[in-house]
């Protein structure tokens, strides 16, 4: 992850979930102190996890770090989940 005049870059997506979040869970969070939420849209480990996201304040995509989340407001459905039901 880069940083440019403050701002969080995000590089190459590369898992569906880390540390209990997982693509699709809509989560609240502090962005540089600002309040934000959405859903996750693409989870980054290298060099450092973070994750994009939807802003649904805004109508911008945003990058976290997943230590920024203050709460998950909802859990999107895993896999396993899904194939369960079906």
């Known amino acids: 992850m880069?940083?440019?005049k403050g701002k969080i870059v995000a590089p190459v997506p590369e898992a569906t979930s880390h540390q209990g979040y997982n693509v699709g869970d809509v989560v609240k969070c502090k962005v540089r102190k600002v309040a934000a939420h959405g859903p996750i849209t693409d989870i980054h480990l290298n060099p450092t996890p973070c994750f994009s996201f939807f802003d649904e304040k805004t109508g911008q995509f945003r990058v976290a770090r997943f230590e920024d989340i203050t709460m998950?407001?909802?859990?999107a459905p895993s896999a396993q989940e899904t194939t369960e039901e079906e």
């Open 2 to 4: 880069s940083r440019r």
């Open 72 to 75: 998950v407001i909802e859990r």
